[in-house]
């Protein structure tokens, strides 16, 4: 069996045609070619974009020259209403600083400090679809659910059920339905003063979850001041200096980093685990297998340790291969500083660069099986060379995403937490369609029938 792929558009369409369908869904609006070029060209009246498929122009742009190549402006329009001036849209002296500020409270040993925060809410996720057992489930409202609980326990020590929590929970359900990876301005070059074009419940959703996210990050300011701060990830970030400046972040800067918190760490986490779960219902004995290591290694009887985590290799392998198949962001833009010449092809300065997680995971001339479902790649000759030079679900080099361990860690152990108990098979419903809202989404829901194991 082949897992779901949007269908691939005409080669050839009206650039009219192209931005409608780039505006619905970026994943369709793309020809069939792109899976097996290195590298693509296109065109419109405002500017040049370059898909870059070969590894090494892809390690050119991430890794090896980055500062000449940073994060298009053009990608950010759509989410600057939500996210503000935060690590993932600024660039330059800006983003260094930010760097500088987030990056120790994710390093190697907190992720053990944040674990046991973790493993409370991969318990309450599996209490929570063990209550729906045999019935049919939209998985991707529960894994959103879930990741959302892991944010904010982590992130503030609080549980979903807590009022802001919540309601921040909601209102982002709300947003990530009306906000397109792009809007107009992503096409269209326009002065800062022009209005941007953002739907009116985008803007209203993202009002109310800067709102809620102010008053939890003013309370933990005070908390810090009052020094009885919980030691969680919002305490450690908000009381970081800057080792150059000696600066800690505002309010305001904190709300802008909440907020890409929310976004990375939730909605992409989200995505994975949903197209995890919809995986192994179409896949049972890979099911099976996962079901079969987190039973051995995640008791019952007893609180489940940080190093249980590094014994599930099989839960981690198919982890990785969703993480290929349906990358939770499945396009970068980065903007050429200068003119630059890739594949004997002349590049002006300004133009878009797009690296494309989705395209380079299933591109038939890199991996064996490029469409198919298959975790024991990663111990082939092609799987491990793959995944150094063609394997990018968090992006590369140092924008790498910060979270990426963090992410690594809670995805295998809410995967495998939940098929110790629970299995899943395919519902009723037509196979779910990927497209792309936020970050690879289903079209209509992946329903899926649950049961007790």
Known sequence: MIPPKPPARAERVSLWRYLRLFRQDILSAQPERLYRAWMAEFRTPFFRSYLVNQPDLVRCVLKERPDDFPKSDRISEGLRPLLGESVFVTNGEAWKRQRRIIDPAFEGGRLKDTFPAMRDAAEAAAARLAAQAGEEVEIEEQTSHAAADVIFRTLFSIPIEHRIAREVFHEFRAYQRTQPILNAAAFVPLPRWLPRGH????????????????????????AIEAGAAPDDLATKIMTTRDPVTGETFTTEEMVDQVAIFFLAGHETSASALAWTLYLMAIFPDWQDRVAEEARANLPRDAPADFAAVSRLRVTRDVFREALRLYPPVPMMVREATQAERFRDRDLPRGAQIVLSPWHQHRHTRLWDNPDGFDPARWETENGRSCAREAYMPFSAGPRVCTGAGFAMVEGVLLLARLLRDLQVAPGTRPPPVPVAHLTVRSREGIWLKVAGR
């Open 199 to 222: 739907r009116r419940r985008t803007r209203a959703s993202a009002r109310a979850i800067r709102a809620l996210i102010t008053e939890l990050t003013a309370e933990r300011m005070r």
